[in-house]
């Protein structure tokens, strides 16, 4: 339980007050919607679904990376797509959004790499390219509304669009669309977040979907099979440098800062000594200035935990909180599981200094801090690096 006498900001009325995509889909206006079908099950149950609703349903295929090499599966996903539209009956487009996803995506990814950062690329392309360039597509095909795969949900809470966790809880997306703002959100529709992933597998058997018992896609489409570090160093010149201990020892070389993420013990290369113990190393922060990778031992050395932290660049998916200081929820990883926190804003709610009730393990510059009030998702901002200053 939450105790506090920071004001906790009650951004979710009752439960009365949403409208889920199954309530959408059942009503008796019949829609035209766009869905992104990926070739994968997921968004092939989610046009089945919204089919057998009786819309007409529109599946465009993006393709978001130019795949010279063959490394990446856009060519069998592209495949599956479309016999799953031929199947469904209905139309599929092929949209190339490469060029979107080098200008407003990539560049950026490498930009953060070569500035230290870990950034997550997931996050930036459902903003700009599948709720921005896929959503504009949409509106030239002559639709209002979009549909996706991801498990999360669309309510609507004091007559404003809100985006809400999947209730699966292994499956809920929330925390990759928290960049997303109303505008985005009010149009977009997520037929299979009220649902279990077993159950999206059952119903694809039922419809004889041939993608039924496909892999889920994981990882960064653009590296497919090939080694990340390879990968990014033929667009990023890598230069290597010390390892440091925690007392300013050289214990060993980097092969490149942008190659290491805080609280990382594989691929050190960091062995024992006669002046170390045999506990394994782990990254404990990343000194551009000097080129220096430091490190320390055992998983929960203290160095690698932290209680307070900046943000920037916050989104905020419903409407900005009154109060500049709030109590909530947060995750710094889509795996974590929500700590308690305050939230110190500035003043236009665009930063922030994020307190968590307890200390966390590996908070990352250019990962995300995503805020919650029980299954509403707030919004988040991007983790800047712990020596730079923002307002408080």
């Known amino acids: ?103 407003r995506v990539f560049s950026h990814f490498l930009s953060e790499y070569q500035a230290g950062r870990t950034p997550n690329p997931d996050i930036l392309c459902n903003r700009e390219i599948k709720f921005k360039a896929f959503l504009d597509y949409a509106r ?48 977009s529709i997520f037929p299979l977040g009220g649902m279990e992933k077993t159950r999206v597998r059952e119903i694809a058997r039922e ?49 490149g800062l942008m190659y290491y993420t805080l609280g990382q013990r594989r691929g050190l290369g960091v062995g024992g000594s006669q002046s170390h113990s045999e506990d394994a190393w782990f990254v404990s922060h990343k000194s551009l200035a000097n080129n220096q990778l430091h490190v320390v031992q055992g998983h929960d050395n203290p160095a690698l935990f932290r209680q307070e932290f900046q943000v920037d660049k916050i989104n905020w998916c419903r409407v900005k909180p009154a109060e500049n200081t709030f109590r909530c929820t947060s995750k710094i990883r889509y795996r974590q599981s929500d700590q308690a926190c305050t939230l110190h804003l500035s003043e236009d709610k665009r930063r922030a200094r994020v307190v968590f009730d307890v200390t966390t393990r590996a908070v990352t510059p250019g990962q995300s801090a995503v805020f919650y009030q029980g299954d509403e998702c707030l919004g988040g901002g991007v983790i800047c690096d712990f020596e730079a200053t923002t307002e408080k």
């Open 1 to 103: 339980m939450i105790t506090s006498s920071v004001p906790i900001i009650r951004f979710a009325p009752s439960l009365t007050t949403l409208k889920s995509e199954l309530i959408f889909m059942s009503t008796n206006a019949k829609n035209t919607i766009v869905i992104g079908m990926s070739g994968g099950v997921d968004s092939s149950v989610a046009a089945h679904l919204l089919v057998q609703a009786g819309h007409t349903v529109v599946g465009v295929f993006m393709q978001n990376w130019e795949d010279e090499e063959g490394d990446c599966t856009a060519r069998q996903d592209y495949k599956d797509a479309s016999a799953v539209c031929t199947q469904l009956g209905i139309e599929l487009h092929a949209v190339n959004f490469a060029a979107e996803y080098w200008d």
């Open 140 to 187: 030239e095909l002559g639709a209002d509304t979009i549909a996706t795969g991801h498990y999360t949900r669309h309510g609507q809470i004091d007559g404003e669009p809100a985006l809400l966790r999947g209730v699966d809880n292994n499956k809920d997306q929330s925390y990759f669309l928290h960049a997303l703002t109303p505008q985005q959100l009010a149009p």
């Open 207 to 255: 419809a004889n979907l041939h993608v039924a018992a496909k892999k889920d896609s994981t990882g960064i489409c653009f590296i497919g099979e090939r080694h990340f570090n390879e990968f990014l160093s033929t667009y990023l010149p890598a230069q290597s440098g010390e390892i440091v201990g925690p007392h300013g020892e050289v214990v060993g070389k980097h092969s």
